[in-house]
C-alpha cells in the first residue's frame, strides 16, 4: 500500500526555521528518488529538492543554501530542514518520488498519482 504522510509545518516568522517530516510507506518509496514539493497559493506544485538513493541532493534555486533534505533510507522517512525562512516560502509541502521516478513509474504503464495531504508552512512578514 502506497502512503505519504508529512509532518512539521506551522506558522513561522520571516528568518525562522522548521523541520519537515515525511514517511513514505510502500516498496516503491525503498531506494527511489525522493523529493520535496511546495505549492504555494495560486500556483502550481514545484520541486524545490531531491535526494538520490544514494544522499545526492539538488535544489531550486529559491532555496539553496537555506532548506537541507535528507532521508533516513532504514526508516523511509525524507525530511526538510528549512531555515531563513521567508514569506515566499508559503506553501503546502508534500514529499514524493521525484520527477524522474514519477516519470519512470508511468512509464511501466502505471498511471502515478499518489500524493499524501501535504503541511502547511507559513511565514509571516
Known amino acids: 500500500q502506497v502512503q505519504l504522510v508529512e509532518s512539521g509545518g506551522g506558522l513561522v516568522q520571516a528568518g525562522g526555521s522548521l523541520r519537515l517530516s515525511c514517511t513514505a510507506s510502500?516498496?516503491?518509496?525503498?531506494?527511489?528518488?525522493m523529493g520535496w514539493y511546495r505549492q504555494a497559493p495560486g500556483k502550481e506544485r514545484e520541486l524545490v529538492a531531491a535526494?538520490?538513493?544514494?544522499?545526492?541532493?539538488d535544489y531550486a534555486d529559491s532555496v539553496k543554501g537555506r532548506f537541507t533534505i535528507s532521508r533516513d533510507n532504514v526508516e523511509n522517512k525524507v525530511y526538510l530542514q528549512m531555515n531563513s525562512l521567508k514569506p515566499e516560502d508559503t506553501g503546502v509541502y508534500y514529499c514524493?518520488?521525484?520527477?524522474?521516478?514519477?516519470?519512470?513509474?508511468?512509464?511501466?504503464?502505471?498511471?502515478?498519482?499518489?500524493w499524501g495531504q501535504g503541511t502547511q508552512v507559513t511565514v509571516s512578514s
Open positions: 514524493n518520488l521525484d520527477p524522474a521516478a514519477i516519470a519512470a513509474v508511468n512509464l511501466m504503464g502505471h498511471h502515478y498519482d499518489y
Open positions: 510502500g516498496s516503491i518509496f525503498r531506494g527511489n528518488h
Open positions: 535526494i538520490t538513493s544514494g544522499g545526492t541532493t
